[in-house]
């Protein structure tokens, strides 16, 4: 969308008998602009004007298209809730709970060892 500001500028450097020219393209700028934004909410357009009043199109880029698989249309974009003090704490007590009957076992440090990490078993 061309600003006002813009346009006036770009009327105190044209000669005046161009100025319809310029206005009507003006007009057909404002008509394609918003047929482009219809069609391409994301991207951008640049225009610059000839010495003649006449509107040229000097950048044209769409934006990337929405991604299908986002994850908002899973999930809502709900606010998070604000936890009360210590309640944060409670429920990682709650889940550190289900760990309590786990074995943890760490390879030694040998050179012939190939375990990338600890390893979990259920002792119950």
């Known amino acids: ?32 602009y ?24 000097t950048l044209q880029l769409a934006g990337d298209r929405p991604d299908p698989d986002d994850w908002t249309n899973f999930a809502p974009r709900a606010p998070w809730l604000r936890l009360a003090p210590g309640e944060f704490l409670a ?8 760990y309590r009957n786990w074995t943890v076992l760490v390879p030694e440090s040998d050179a012939n060892c190939t375990a990338a990490g600890p390893a979990f078993l259920d002792s119950s």
């Open 1 to 32: 969308m061309l600003t006002r500001a813009w346009i006036l500028e770009t009327l105190a450097l044209l000669p005046l008998y161009y100025w319809p020219v310029f206005f009507l393209e003006v007009w057909r700028f404002e008509r394609y």
């Open 34 to 57: 918003r047929a482009y934004r219809a069609a391409n909410p994301v991207g951008m357009l640049g225009v610059a004007v000839l010495p003649n009043g006449r509107l040229v199109v």
């Open 91 to 98: 429920a990682l007590g709650a889940r550190l709970e289900s």
